[in-house]
């Protein structure tokens, strides 16, 4: 889930500048419109390691807004007296803001949890158990009218490690450097794994978390204030409406302010020196592959490898590179197209939990379950409230399928949309592969920044720890090839 | 959760006779309907102790209804080669029905996890964290249009013992009985803690449980019948309205078929034989009360008292005896109205967590937090999702209080309707208790029955082994004094 948080996102003075004084107005007028008709109360919760600027960014939230109206606590690890002597809970039923306040947490109900489970004091079965609580107890602010939004800003920790070193060198803010500070440097990764798994499993529609990339203060300033100012936007028109119908109605999380994205971050010139290089190395990594595959170990696992791209991109090719490396008595291509009517008759995910391979064997989806977030989302195939959902739901299959030994692979192969042109093109041309390219085609060629923004999202919120995505840079077809079976080799000896 | 399976539900042949027809009719016409239209899918889960009549049910079901349009099966403890070796859902997505279509499961995915926490081979944390993993499975499933229709039939201890020695004791029927079962009577009291659990976590507005007393054949049958057509057409209602709203809409359980209820099953006869004992009695509870209270262990827990009852039913002076046992300067008397400002501008239960004592102490609330199920219900000062909801989220907020070791006690007085008629007389006969009668407690009398099955809902959805209900016959003020000190003494006893 924070993949795509790791670009480098970054906003420039120019357009900083440019653009606060509006996203001050819009958040002042919200603020003032919620004091006067008390319609709902606003719950920010901010997350993320020291330095992380989650201060900066509430400081300055407090410059753009009427700090009248805001309450700011840190309510989490320690214990006051009072707090200690009754339930656990009751520290956050003490500061709920009442209707047309806005309360900010810094430190909050997932503080301890996290952080105990990154200590190694509580199970994952305890982690999943609490974070099952949270979610019942935001299911209720947010069905009781209260608007909750969640911030997890993010830094690597080699930038949480500057930003340390900066600060500690410099004797002015030295003194900000503490203990704690040197524990999350040392805890970071134990962290960042109980911080994904908890972003997948308390990301519901109502109340989804929105993972910003801390790095550049102007980028991490300006997505906090829009986003939240978003977030009170819908839910003022949401509540504009009939009592019943559309209340829980909430915010989704912004494209990204400074049109970078995963896909803008690839570098689309890798290539692949000269055939021969191409031809000796695919021959050792298939080899490679084809071992893997017959080892006594993997017999206790399945492999299941999930084939996304735009058209053109290369898909066919590539799996077949990928195919002649396995055993053919043990895998499986499934192609994924319109479904059947015994498909479109039941759960959308049961025609895909119908190929699950059992253990020892390989299933390839040719296109996948992330048809309803791509496709079906970009024309309109399925109501918005469906593919909403799908990215929950296809977190918790592959969450299934892992958990049984499975290992999930899935590419997403990228070209440019020049390159997508000279494909079509050729393909037109060569008499035996304009079976390739239908009006279809062309026609979802229009919609290429919906597809991308489909992809950026898709990658953001079910890139996780348990079934990353790998982005392919396939304007080589070549070293599409190569990058592709590296992946999969380097996962499979990784768990094996 | 399982006190309202207890009170004796029986159906007599007759009554049995003519309902069965029209149920028939109405299950037979709502299959036709679906199998034609193909609208929904239906899944029912039979939950139960063997000899519970899941098998009787499912084959009246068979009779009832069209069976070429049903599957029946049973998947949970058992594993074939071929479930094995792929992940544990997998079972489950491959026996979906498809619109149209019903799958009866007697063994399901509650099965495992609630047979493994009976015998101690789960933490408590795991089954939370798989109930949330079932609780997600099942709202993708009514998300994506399937009906979840979850009954548990229940039968006591006693009655399944006296069930097996019965059948075991006939050659035709001896066979039936199994090792199982023989496991089924040791574990029983474990199974019965794990599933009060299950039902307590797993009861959301859209698939809520369907607690049915099991020893009456026939009570049994038709409540299943009944309240499957029920469920089955409240869904044909709502996908008849455009897409997206109230689509996941689901059935309410029903009233109970009988009329019977735990309030119906109380003896209004129970008095105190003399003034005499009566004050002896009070007194030594009072001492008791005090010197529990005072007792050094009692300063690691703190008691909640809950105390609701129609008017004149007698809380006030049953308060006022169980405040007679305790310090003063240990207790509060919280008396619940109408929220203030400050109050109704914050979620529905921050006003009781306000009010949550600290350890070594005790908060007694007239009126309560179930206020909102009661008379917000009955008089429609909340909408209807509101109050429905509001049963999972009491029973959240009451395992929150339990976990951080505060004791939940919480009284129903019960009066007969002739008694309270009786009683606001005399206070209207007496100048010093006139104060006590107003309008609106002749007019509340009006809805009496109203009242009635709001009460026997309450019980039945938050009664759990954590915080139960207990219900005070009061016709006989110094009965329920007695009994109400009573109860409270030895739930503190049996907790230090």
């Given at each position: 889930?924070?993949?795509?948080?790791?670009?480098?996102?970054?906003?420039?003075?120019?357009?900083?500048?440019?653009?606060?004084?509006?996203?001050?107005?819009?958040?002042?007028?919200?603020?003032?419109?919620l004091?006067?008709?008390?319609?709902?109360?606003?719950?920010?919760?901010l997350?993320?390691?020291?330095?992380?600027?989650?201060?900066?960014?509430?400081?300055?939230?407090?410059?753009?807004?009427?700090?009248?109206?805001?309450?700011?606590?840190a309510?989490?690890?320690?214990?006051?007296?009072?707090?200690?002597?009754?339930?656990?809970?009751?520290?956050?039923?003490?500061?709920?803001?009442?209707?047309?306040?806005?309360?900010?947490?810094?430190?909050?109900?997932?503080?301890?949890?996290?952080w105990?489970?990154?200590?190694?004091?509580?199970?994952?079965?305890?982690?999943?158990?609490?974070?099952?609580?949270?979610?019942?107890?935001?299911?209720?602010?947010?069905?009781?009218?209260?608007?909750?939004?969640?911030?997890?800003?993010?830094?690597?920790?080699?930038?949480?490690?500057?930003?340390?070193?900066?600060?500690?060198?410099?004797?002015q803010?030295?003194?900000?450097?503490?203990?704690?500070d040197?524990?999350?440097?040392?805890?970071?990764?134990p962290?960042m794994?109980?911080?994904?798994?908890?972003l997948?499993?308390?990301?519901?529609?109502?109340?989804?978390?929105?993972?910003?990339?801390?790095?550049d203060?102007?980028?991490?300033?300006?997505?906090?204030?829009?986003?939240?100012?978003?977030?009170?936007?819908?839910?003022?028109?949401?509540?504009?409406?009939?009592?019943?119908?559309?209340?829980?109605?909430?915010?989704?999380?912004?494209?990204?302010?400074?049109?970078?994205?995963?896909?803008?971050?690839?570098?689309?010139?890798?290539?692949?020196?000269?055939?021969?290089?191409?031809?000796?190395?695919?021959?050792?990594?298939?080899?490679?592959?084809?071992?893997?595959?017959?080892?006594?170990?993997?017999?206790?696992?399945?492999?299941?490898?999930?084939?996304?791209?735009?058209?053109?991109?290369?898909?066919?090719?590539?799996?077949?590179?990928?195919?002649?490396?396995?055993?053919?008595?043990?895998?499986?291509?499934?192609?994924?197209?319109?479904?059947?009517?015994?498909?479109?008759?039941?759960?959308?995910?049961?025609?895909?939990?119908?190929?699950?391979?059992?253990?020892?064997?390989?299933?390839?989806?040719?296109?996948?379950?992330?048809?309803?977030?791509l496709?079906?989302?970009?024309?309109?195939?399925?109501?918005?409230?469906?593919?909403?959902?799908?990215?929950?739901?296809?977190?918790?299959?592959?969450?299934?399928?892992?958990?049984?030994?499975?290992?999930?692979?899935?590419?997403?192969?990228?070209?440019?949309?020049?390159?997508?042109?000279?494909?079509?093109?050729d393909?037109?041309?060569?008499?035996?592969?304009?079976?390739?390219?239908?009006?279809?085609?062309?026609?979802?060629?229009?919609?290429?920044?919906?597809?991308?923004?489909?992809?950026?999202?898709?990658?953001?919120?079910?890139?996780?720890?348990?079934?990353?995505?790998?982005?392919?840079?396939?304007?080589?077809?070549?070293?599409?090839?190569?990058?592709?079976?590296?992946?999969?080799?380097?996962?499979?000896?990784?768990?094996?």
């Amino acid at each position: 889930m924070l993949v795509e948080a790791e670009v480098g996102h970054r906003i420039d003075k120019q357009t900083y500048v440019k653009a606060v004084p509006t996203c001050r107005e819009g958040l002042i007028d919200a603020q003032y419109e919620l004091s006067r008709s008390r319609r709902f109360a606003t719950i920010v919760l901010l997350t993320g390691v020291s330095s992380a600027g989650k201060s900066e960014g509430v400081n300055r939230l407090l410059t753009w807004m009427d700090p009248r109206y805001i309450d700011t606590l840190a309510i989490g690890r320690e214990d006051t007296e009072e707090q200690r002597s009754r339930p656990y809970m009751w520290r956050f039923w003490q500061i709920l803001p009442p209707r047309g306040r806005m309360t900010i947490l810094f430190e909050h109900w997932y503080t301890l949890p996290v952080w105990q489970h990154a200590n190694g004091e509580i199970s994952d079965a305890e982690l999943g158990k609490r974070l099952a609580e949270i979610n019942r107890f935001e299911r209720m602010l947010t069905d009781e009218g209260i608007l909750v939004v969640k911030f997890f800003l993010h830094i690597t920790k080699k930038q949480l490690r500057q930003r340390l070193k900066h600060l500690a060198s410099d004797p002015q803010t030295s003194w900000r450097v503490t203990e704690d500070d040197a524990l999350y440097v040392k805890k970071y990764k134990p962290l960042m794994k109980s911080i994904e798994e908890t972003l997948r499993l308390t990301s519901p529609g109502h109340a989804p978390w929105i993972v910003t990339e801390a790095a550049d203060r102007r980028y991490r300033e300006l997505t906090i204030g829009q986003s939240l100012l978003g977030a009170i936007n819908a839910r003022l028109d949401a509540s504009a409406k009939p009592l019943g119908i559309n209340r829980t109605r909430s915010y989704v999380p912004l494209a990204a302010l400074d049109g970078r994205s995963v896909l803008s971050a690839l570098d689309f010139a890798k290539c692949v020196a000269s055939p021969r290089t191409y031809s000796n190395k695919l021959e050792a990594l298939q080899g490679r592959l084809s071992q893997l595959i017959r080892d006594k170990r993997f017999m206790r696992h399945s492999l299941i490898l999930a084939f996304e791209g735009c058209d053109a991109a290369g898909k066919g090719g590539t799996i077949r590179r990928v195919a002649q490396g396995i055993d053919p008595r043990l895998f499986r291509i499934v192609p994924i197209a319109k479904p059947s009517d015994d498909e479109a008759a039941r759960p959308y995910l049961w025609r895909f939990w119908r190929h699950v391979p059992r253990e020892g064997r390989v299933t390839i989806f040719d296109r996948s379950w992330y048809g309803r977030v791509l496709v079906e989302r970009v024309e309109a195939l399925c109501p918005e409230a469906d593919w909403r959902r799908a990215y929950g739901e296809i977190n918790d299959f592959e969450a299934d399928l892992v958990a049984s030994g499975a290992i999930v692979v899935k590419f997403w192969l990228a070209i440019t949309k020049e390159e997508q042109l000279r494909r079509f093109k050729d393909r037109e041309r060569r008499p035996f592969k304009r079976f390739k390219i239908t009006k279809e085609d062309w026609r979802n060629r229009e919609r290429w920044a919906d597809y991308e923004q489909a992809v950026v999202d898709m990658v953001a919120r079910t890139s996780t720890d348990i079934a990353p995505w790998t982005l392919v840079e396939s304007e080589d077809k070549s070293f599409a090839h190569l990058k592709v079976l590296r992946t999969i080799c380097e996962r499979l000896e990784t768990t094996l």
